[in-house]
């Protein structure tokens, strides 16, 4: 088991108790989709494994070891493990391609290398090589900011590639892209998870992106797990307990 999430609580300051006792097991090589409406907790969960939001109680057990209580340098060294992927993409606008993807070893690159942006040919060719993964290397030496969405959604998981990750996170990576767009960036994260043996953690909206890639689901309801099991187990009785009654369910094809 890659993951395991034990009673997982998280309470904020201004009182939203955001997850509620959620437990679950991420096996190595899954791709796993967490569903729920907005505020369900889905962005929570996700920022809670990888640090980014600290649990309030529980614990989140990643390759045999607790991170929920880790600090400093171990914490530091557990996360490097972890790759993200945002909805909105975060990249450097100004730099070129190939330097927002090396962002993604900025934790491990030596100091002098950070500094004077003077990279190793190793870490060179890994870049390149994870930007072959999403098919853009073309684009390597060209300014983010003149890429279309979806590409800088690519180069978005080129960066997180360059961790070279047991786990790799994406918090609702295509709301923001066109239907044809999301179907061609869920397609990167489906060879990283089948071509790399990446475990894939993503939270989606569109049950029809779920049942196409996803191997497992779970769905949080107001900070709680309500179904976990099979994508094409989700009905219409499913997808209303999930959505509530009034939702109307909306394809991606």
Same mark, same amino acid.
């Given at each position: 088991? &890659? /993951? %395991?999430?034990?009673d997982l609580?998280? *309470?904020?300051?201004?009182?939203?108790?955001? /997850?509620?006792?959620?437990?679950?097991?991420?096996?190595?090589?899954?791709?796993?989709?967490?569903?729920?409406?907005s505020?369900?907790?889905?962005?929570t969960?996700?920022?809670?494994?990888?640090?980014?939001?600290?649990? *309030?109680?529980?614990?989140?057990s990643?390759?045999?070891?607790?991170?929920?209580? &880790?600090?400093?340098?171990?914490?530091?060294?557990?996360?490097?493990?972890?790759?993200?992927?945002?909805?909105?993409?975060?990249?450097?606008?100004?730099r070129?391609? &190939?330097?927002n993807?090396?962002n993604?070893?900025?934790?491990?690159?030596?100091t002098? +290398?950070?500094?004077?942006?003077?990279? #190793?040919?190793?870490?060179?060719?890994?870049?390149?090589?994870?930007?072959? =993964?999403?098919?853009? %290397?073309?684009?390597?030496?060209?300014?983010?900011?003149?890429?279309?969405?979806?590409q800088?959604?690519?180069v978005?998981?080129?960066? #997180?590639?360059?961790?070279?990750p047991?786990? &790799?996170?994406a918090? +609702?990576?295509?709301?923001?892209?066109?239907p044809? =767009?999301?179907?061609s960036?869920?397609?990167?994260?489906?060879?990283?998870?089948?071509e790399?043996? =990446?475990?894939?953690?993503?939270?989606?909206?569109?049950?029809?992106?779920?049942?196409r890639?996803? #191997?497992r689901?779970i769905a949080?309801?107001?900070g709680e797990?309500v179904?976990?099991?099979?994508?094409?187990?989700?009905?219409q =009785?499913?997808?209303k307990r999930?959505?509530? +009654?009034?939702?109307? +369910?909306?394809e991606i094809?």
């Amino acid at each position: 088991m &890659l /993951l %395991t999430v034990r009673d997982l609580h998280k *309470t904020y300051k201004s009182g939203t108790h955001a /997850l509620k006792g959620v437990s679950l097991d991420v096996k190595e090589g899954e791709f796993l989709v967490v569903i729920g409406l907005s505020g369900s907790g889905k962005s929570t969960l996700l920022r809670c494994i990888n640090r980014l939001v600290e649990p *309030t109680s529980g614990t989140i057990s990643f390759l045999n070891q607790d991170i929920a209580h &880790l600090k400093g340098d171990q914490l530091r060294k557990a996360k490097r493990q972890i790759g993200m992927v945002f909805q909105q993409f975060n990249l450097v606008k100004r730099r070129s391609v &190939l330097a927002n993807v090396i962002n993604g070893r900025l934790g491990s690159l030596r100091t002098l +290398e950070s500094i004077f942006r003077s990279y #190793s040919d190793g870490v060179l060719a890994d870049a390149n090589k994870c930007l072959e =993964t999403v098919g853009i %290397t073309d684009y390597a030496n060209v300014r983010a900011d003149t890429l279309s969405g979806g590409q800088q959604q690519r180069v978005a998981i080129a960066r #997180s590639l360059m961790q070279n990750p047991r786990l &790799l996170l994406a918090d +609702e990576p295509v709301a923001s892209l066109d239907p044809a =767009t999301s179907n061609s960036v869920m397609q990167y994260f489906e060879k990283i998870n089948k071509e790399l043996g =990446t475990t894939v953690i993503c939270s989606l909206h569109f049950l029809s992106l779920v049942r196409r890639y996803a #191997s497992r689901a779970i769905a949080l309801k107001a900070g709680e797990i309500v179904y976990e099991g099979s994508p094409d187990d989700i009905d219409q =009785t499913w997808f209303k307990r999930i959505y509530g +009654e009034e939702a109307e +369910e909306v394809e991606i094809v």
